[in-house]
């Protein structure tokens, strides 16, 4: 999206007329014009040219926002120097549309007509009407004070002459707006006067006093300098509840680091941040903000990561751990390698988005851009009708003028204009203060719309940390060996189950060995060749067994690690299965609660994952979703989202790469902030602190944020649909109302601060309720108090534990009399295996005892009574 930005637009017809001339032009693809922050974002391949020429033409000033494009052209061979200037450019063209010009001119502007026209209604009103004292010269003299009154009505028109200059040019250009409505209600207002005027010489020629006083008394000069000047009020108090709505984003821009301090041959050296390059090293001291995205090469330290994630409790960062710009240091010394740095950084991209969200249009928006688009045209037509009706009734022409003016004046379509970008504005900057980016206007308009969230299991419901605790190998094969296989395989993948692998085998010492031809089948598993030759394969049991055949017990082991929620990954060489190893990944604190709270809250939950049904169900019951769709390939994942969206709605929750194509065919699509480039870059929305619960927080505050926008739509139709009847003096023979032309303009120049107020009230939306801030805390105090005792925790005695037969099982020795020979054994034997937890027993005549390996906890009275069933006796039972 290229972004513009648009000078002389004054109120939502200006905004349609931009976005009608700019769609007309050869290759513009949408258009979406921002009434609230000046700008325009532009999708297509038309020429920026074709585009300011357009705008040009339309009556109105356009300039396209530097990105320092022409920069990175030029610096095509320093791409991190030339994407840190990119950033600068970018942040100065955001920080340019923001910069608020408006609200000290109309400071000035409405200063100095007060001034004037206090002095004018001192004359107009003040004398005329209660007599209050004037010098003597004017005693009487009504011809001198209608002077005055016409000289200072000037001034103040033309103090406010941009209305009068926008109004015509308007009119010229074919497109009225909002000031050709004021300009033609303070214009009508004044001619009118100096016709008296005019009359009132002629009345003062003749002698007719009668005549004089009654023209002097009809005198509107006051009503023209009101309506401008009250119109400059509502304009500045507009001006000044606009920059409220942008408040989120100035905060982010100001986050922005202007210097580091880079270590350059072993010296450290404060340079502009524009002179950072990737792989520097950047010194941060206590107090400091992270200046670039990188990571911690020396030292620790606790970083404030709220600025971006809006989580307020410090991460503690090691070596190797991952900093953000923006975030601040608040206790160590570190030093940090520059991986990301300009435009490339979180703190950038999130800058754009919400830049980008306000300049997009949401889909309800385009009801008042209709009713804009002809609002003032039709605005004028009903006040050349209101005049002739009444002149047609009888009125006099003071009466009727007056009804045309109050319909010009009272008349408003900023309000329309103003009722939806405001409140998108503002409901992004209340997501990007709590780690939810909207990328768009859209994706705030539909999220609270869904109907079924899917969410994707690992990394998302799950920590996506998963660990190795188990490892069942066939007797023939060494341990040893089954790590250094599986290990130097997994290696070579990305997939998190490989992780906890790799991180086991690291820490046991296992030297990887050589393995060529690797391939990763998407999917299902690993391949690869040893030196001698031989194929090894890791994956699913439906992978493995095209390679080896997979033993009835094996099988029935794979089944009880996936019924206790692990994932079996199957070992095999050539055609010879060696091991099957477990590994469990642990669902997120918040996961549960945030699934319950999205039920609650009418929407389906449905997990997909590329896991086993079994182990899928497993973490599906424990997270507490509506259904599991398991097995799902990659690619499937997409299909079946397809199929979900026959039944609603649908919002996809993923992390991962292979989540892209799913989060892309979702109807909106939610990215974890800690997945992956491509994931994000394929969402709608990015959930920063990488929390389920924030699923949650932005479906209300889409809900919130349309309501507000339906609530400001109603006022805005409300306010005219009753105002201008009454302005034409619809109401005057049933009820007696009518409105004089200073009232219409007071009303209209509130109209818009009003819908603007109405909006900055979801400021005060809690994306989390009390008793759920509390949860977090809790969760946290209770992960600290987990930290603390893990420190008891013999390290030593970690490292050297066997994973032989899963570590998580646990064995039982039975004592027993009455077994005399091989047959007494198996009878034992098979009454032990009979019972459920059971994985194995073995007994012994000769040494009076059998030993049980038990998957879960089986009560010595049913173990006992399983032996004695078969006329055994037992004596003890140890473990």
């Known amino acids: 999206m290229e972004q513009y930005n648009v000078t002389g637009m004054s109120c939502a017809a200006c905004q349609a007329r931009v976005e009608k001339a700019v769609s007309k032009v050869e290759g513009v693809e949408s258009c979406a014009v921002s009434l609230l922050t000046n700008s325009m974002g532009v999708t297509g391949n038309a020429k920026e040219e074709d585009i300011i020429k357009a705008i040009t033409n339309a009556g109105y000033g356009a300039s396209k926002r530097d990105d320092g494009s022409a920069d990175s052209e030029a610096n095509g061979s320093d791409k991190a120097g030339a994407s840190t200037h990119r950033t600068s450019s970018q942040t100065r063209g955001i920080e340019e549309s923001l910069v608020d010009r408006e609200t000290p001119v109309l400071i000035k502007r409405l200063v100095s007509s007060i001034v004037f026209l206090l002095v004018l209604m001192y004359f107009s009103m003040g004398h005329m009407m209660f007599n209050w004292p004037l010098p003597s010269f004017f005693e009487g003299n009504l011809m001198a004070i209608a002077l005055v009154q016409m000289l200072l009505a000037i001034i103040v028109m033309y103090i406010n002459k941009k209305f009068f200059v926008s109004g015509f040019k308007s009119v010229i250009h074919g497109a009225p707006n909002m000031d050709t409505l004021v300009a033609l209600g303070s214009g009508v207002s004044f001619a009118w006067s100096l016709v008296l005027v005019f009359a009132m010489t002629d009345a003062l020629t003749a002698g007719d006093m009668e005549r004089l006083h009654s023209y002097a008394h009809n005198l509107y000069f006051e009503s023209a300098a009101m309506i401008v000047t009250l119109i400059t009020v509502g304009k500045l108090l507009e001006s000044i509840s606009k920059g409220r709505t942008t408040d989120a984003l100035k905060a982010l821009l100001k986050l922005a680091a202007k210097k580091a301090n880079v270590i350059r041959d072993g010296v450290e050296v404060e340079v502009p941040i524009e002179e950072v390059m990737v792989g520097d090293i950047v010194a941060v001291r206590p107090g400091e903000n992270v200046p670039i995205d990188g990571f911690v090469l020396e030292g620790s330290t606790s970083i404030d990561e709220s600025a971006l994630t809006g989580e307020s409790i410090p991460v503690d960062k090691e070596v190797n751990d991952t900093v953000f710009a923006a975030t601040t240091n608040r206790s160590g010394f570190i030093k940090v390698k520059a991986t990301r740095v300009g435009r490339d950084t979180s703190l950038s991209k999130i800058i754009q988005m919400v830049s980008d969200a306000a300049a997009t249009k949401a889909p309800i928006a385009k009801v008042a ?43 408003c379509p900023c309000a329309l204009g103003l009722a939806t970008p405001v409140a998108i504005m503002v409901a992004s900057g209340v997501g990007a203060r709590n780690g939810v980016m909207f990328k768009t206007a859209v994706s705030i308009e539909e999220t609270g719309k869904m109907q079924i969230v899917a969410l994707d299991k690992t990394g998302t419901i799950t920590k996506g940390e998963p660990s190795l605790t188990d490892v069942i190998i066939d007797s023939k094969e060494r341990i040893e060996d089954v790590l250094k296989y599986i290990y130097s395989l997994e290696i070579k993948s990305e997939h998190p189950l490989a992780k906890a692998i790799v991180d ?326 098979k009454a032990l295996e009979a019972l459920d937890g059971v994985s194995s027993a073995t007994a012994s005549h000769e040494a009076g005892e059998a030993v049980v390996e038990l998957s879960a906890d089986v009560a010595n009275d049913t173990l006992k009574a399983a032996v004695e069933a078969k006329d055994y006796t037992v004596t003890d039972i140890i473990g």
């Open 369 to 411: 851009d209709k009713v804009s688009a002809i609002f003032v045209p039709t605005v004028i037509a009903i006040a050349v009708i209101t005049f002739i009706v009444w002149m047609i009734l009888g009125e006099d022409l003071a009466f009727s003028l007056a009804r045309a003016i109050s319909v010009l004046v009272i008349s």
């Open 504 to 829: 086991y085998a690291k820490d046991k010492g296992v030297v990887e060995v050589e393995i060529t031809d690797f391939e990763a089948v998407s999917g299902n598993g690993l391949k690869g060749k040893l030196a001698d030759g031989s194929l090894i394969y890791a994956g699913n049991e439906s992978f493995i067994k095209g390679k080896a055949p997979i033993f009835k017990e094996f099988s029935d082991m794979a089944k009880k690690l996936s019924i206790s929620g692990k994932t079996a990954i199957f070992l095999a060489k050539d055609n010879n299965l060696l091991a099957i190893l477990g590994v469990a990944d642990t669902i997120k604190e918040d996961s549960a609660r945030a699934i319950k709270e999205m039920r609650e809250a009418g929407l389906r939950v449905v997990m997909i994952t590329g896991d086993n049904e079994l182990t899928a169900k497993a973490i599906g019951k424990e997270a507490g979703v509506d259904e599991v769709i398991a097995g799902v390939l990659p690619e499937g994942k997409a299909k079946a989202i397809n199929e979900l969206k026959a039944k609603g709605k649908v919002l996809m929750v993923g992390d991962g790469i292979n989540d892209a194509p799913a989060l892309v065919s979702a109807d909106m699509g939610f990215a974890i902030g800690a997945g992956t480039d491509v994931a994000i870059e394929s969402a709608d929305v990015v959930l920063m602190k990488s929390n389920l619960s924030d699923v949650v927080g932005a479906i209300k505050l889409s809900k919130k944020a349309l309501k507000n926008i339906h609530e400001n739509l109603f006022w805005a139709f409300i306010y005219n649909i009753i105002g201008i009847p009454l302005a034409a003096g619809v109401y005057i023979h049933l009820f007696g109302w009518s409105l004089n032309p200073m009232f219409g303009a007071a009303a209209m120049s509130l109209s818009s601060f009003c819908v603007v107020t109405n909006a900055l009230r979801l400021n005060f939306f809690k994306m989390q309720r009390k008793e759920e801030r509390l949860a977090v805390n809790e969760n946290s105090a209770n992960n600290l108090q987990v930290n603390l005792e893990s420190i008891e925790v013999d390290l030593e005695d970690l490292q050297n534990k066997e994973l032989i037969k899963g570590e998580q099982t646990m064995k039982k020795t039975i004592k027993i009399t009455g077994m005399m020979c091989g047959h007494c054994e198996a009878s034992v034997v």
